[in-house]
Nanobody, 116 residues
Framework: QLQLVEPGGGLVQPGGSLRLSCEVSGVTSDNYRFAWFRQAPGKEREEVSCISQSGYSTKYTDSVKGRLAISRNNARNTVSLQMNALKSEDTAVYCC?????????WGRGTQVTVSS
């Protein structure tokens, strides 16, 4: 059974950096496209970034371009999100996502709080 776990997250000051990881188990990750979503209090969930199976193609929502970087290590079955120059508006629960045979798989999410 495909499972996604996101250790990491935490409290960081504005302008700081944080790295999130998504640990993939139950499947060979290089067969899947992955995405990071986030949901802030009172707001709808949004897709922050995604990465292709090979890792050569990535996409970002406009508000994070130039500050966040998604990557993957298929040998270690992990997908990472490096977050730099964090802003208070980046505060949200971040979740890892993939899709297999028309079924969505989500991690439980990890809280990222950007505050001084």
């Amino acid at each position: 059974q495909l499972q996604l776990v996101e250790p990491g997250g935490g409290l960081v000051q504005p302008g700081g950096s944080l790295r999130l990881s998504c640990e993939v188990s139950g499947v060979t990750s290089d067969n899947y496209r992955f995405a990071w979503f986030r949901q802030a209090p009172g707001k709808e969930r949004e897709e922050v970034s995604c990465i292709s199976q090979s890792g050569y193609s990535t996409k970002y929502t406009d508000s994070v371009k130039g500050r966040l970087a998604i990557s993957r290590n298929n040998a270690r079955n992990t997908v990472s999100l490096q977050m730099n120059a964090l802003k208070s508006e980046d505060t949200a629960v971040y979740c890892c996502h993939t899709r297999s045979r028309a079924t969505d798989f989500w991690g439980r999410g990890t809280q990222v709080t950007v505050s001084s």
